[in-house]
Nanobody, 126 residues
C-alpha cells in the first residue's frame, strides 16, 4: 500500500493550491481517505476526510477547502485549497483507512488510519 502526496509549494495569501494523493496497492472502494497537516511546532491535525459520499472538514477548512476523488483517476484524491491563509502553511499528509467509514467524532483521530503517505509542504507567503 502506498500513498503519494504532491502538489505542495509556495502560494500567496488568498491564493489557491490543489494537493493530490495518489494511492496504490489497495482497492480504493474499500478505503477512505483523510488529509492531515502539521505546522512547525504544532501537532498534526485533520483537515478533511472523504468516504464515498461522506465528507468532513475541520472548522478551519470549511468553506475554503474541498476534498474529492478524481472521477477519472479513481485512485487519486484531491484537496482543493482556496482563499489560503498564512495559518494553512504546513506539511500536508494523506492517510488511508480500511473498512468502515469514519464518523464526525472520529475522522480526525490519527490512529483510525492504517496507512500514511509522505508529506507535501505548503508555504504561504507574499
Amino acid at each position: 500500500v502506498q500513498l503519494q502526496a504532491s502538489g505542495g509549494g509556495l502560494v500567496q495569501p488568498g491564493g489557491s493550491l490543489r494537493l493530490s494523493c495518489a494511492t496504490s496497492g489497495f482497492t480504493s472502494d474499500y478505503y477512505t481517505i483523510g488529509w492531515f497537516r502539521q505546522a512547525p511546532g504544532k501537532e498534526r491535525e485533520g483537515v478533511a476526510y472523504i468516504g464515498g459520499s461522506t465528507k468532513f472538514y475541520a472548522n478551519s477548512a470549511k468553506g475554503r477547502f474541498t476534498i474529492t476523488r478524481d472521477n477519472a483517476k479513481r485512485t487519486v484524491y484531491l484537496l482543493q485549497m482556496n482563499s489560503v491563509k498564512p495559518d494553512d502553511a504546513a506539511v500536508y499528509y494523506c492517510a488511508a483507512r480500511r473498512g468502515n467509514r469514519l464518523i464526525a467524532s472520529s475522522w480526525q483521530q490519527q490512529d483510525q488510519y492504517d496507512f500514511w503517505g509522505q508529506g507535501t509542504l505548503v508555504t504561504v507567503s507574499s
